[in-house]
């Protein structure tokens, strides 16, 4: 899944971190990445997108360095709370 959203360096982006519905995912500490748009709302909709097809562990966070990879630790510590 892509969603095509161009991050910038000079608004808040955020992705979902997610293991695919089996479990598994990029690598031991890498997560599948979706980026999720610039607003939370925005998150919400992808959030809600990967959960209809099955995928799990499900973790919104801010992307506030923009890298080529993103491992569950930078996840955990920029991830953010959806009500």
């Known amino acids: 899944m892509k969603s095509g959203i161009e991050r910038s360096k000079n608004t808040m982006n955020y992705g979902v971190a997610y293991c695919s ?15 999720a748009g610039t607003t939370l709302k925005e998150c919400e909709v992808v959030l809600n997108e990967l959960v209809k097809v099955g995928c799990c562990q499900l973790t919104p ?3 506030k360095d923009v890298l080529e990879s993103y491992t569950w630790e930078y996840v955990n510590k920029h991830k953010v709370f959806l009500l």
């Open 21 to 35: 519905s089996n479990g598994s995912a990029f690598s031991k500490t890498e997560p599948y990445i979706e980026e």
């Open 61 to 63: 966070f801010e992307m």
